[in-house]
């Protein structure tokens, strides 16, 4: 039986590690990747099955490193197709390797997490498009613009001029929106990818939790982005049949954010008693205690 090994080197077959060395049209030959030993072995030209077996070895089998290739292709191959931090992957396939020989030293024959990560962190970025490095180079298509159940999850993705507004959520966090009367707006700078000035999140107030609905990466912080963010979250709860009905919101004490919420709100016919200026009351509560 073929043994295919995951890494780029080669593969294994019997305890005994293989270099393709030629190709041709029908098959492939491969060698001990030994130098010193002339065995070799002739497969398909998919590398499926066996054509020729391999010729007499003249160097000893290695079957600690056979060991040693299978544990670390399992964790590259584990490392492009799931999300799990590396670390723990490592973590557990250094587990079942020790579980799997109970005989072998794996502590002193296996690389060293620090020794492997990097190779490890390249076929987790072969999974991931290139980083962008202007808002103009982001491009989310296919799977990247949906959640993890398959739902639209970019909701939103509007140029204009040399700026940007991207919007994530999904239906129920607009449906959910909807159905709250008292609404609150904050920006933050901390968690904003580089190329956008700010990640806004629109939360609302819900048996005393506060729950993010929708998430806005703007290039700019200004009566326009805000004006445009209100704006499309009212023409995502027509797309989605409910209606906006905000009685409260709160927001940081910033005329253009105040100017770009109070505009629009007009448009829920009323509804819109009051806007709580958060620092401004924090503010007036200072000169009290004063």
Known sequence: MLHFTLTERGKNYKDHQYTKKREHKTCNEWRCRDRSCTSSISLCSQDQLIIRENTSHTC????????IDDVIGRM?????????????????????ARVENP????????????????????????NYPKLP???????????????????DFLLV????????????????????LSSCSLWHSDGTFSVRPLLFVQLYIIFDFYNGYMI??????????NEIAYTKIVNYLIALGQKFHVVMKPQRLTCHF???????????????????EKTILRDELRNQLGTNRG
Not at 105 to 122: C, H
Not at 166 to 171: A, D, Q, V
Not at 212 to 221: D, F, H, N, R, V
Request: charged share 30%.
């Open 157 to 176: 993705d509007e140029k204009y001029g040399s700026d940007r507004l991207m919007i994530f959520g999904s239906e129920w966090g607009i449906r959910f």
């Open 103 to 126: 005989g072998l030293a794996t502590g002193t024959i296996f690389p060293s997490f620090d020794k492997i990560d990097a190779s490890l962190y390249r076929r987790r970025a072969q």
């Open 254 to 272: 910033e005329h253009v954010t105040i100017n770009s919420f109070n505009n629009p709100m007009r448009a829920f016919k009323g509804r819109m």
């Open 133 to 151: 490095r202007t808002v103009e180079e982001i491009n989310l298509i296919g799977t990247w613009k949906l959640d993890k159940n398959g739902d």
């Open 76 to 96: 590259k191959k584990r490392a492009r197709e799931e999300t799990i931090p590396i670390p723990k992957i490592y973590s557990e396939e250094m587990i079942k």
């Open 60 to 67: 000893t089998a290695n079957t600690k490193r056979v060991i």
């Open 212 to 221: 993010p609905c929708a998430y806005c990466l703007t290039t700019k912080k």
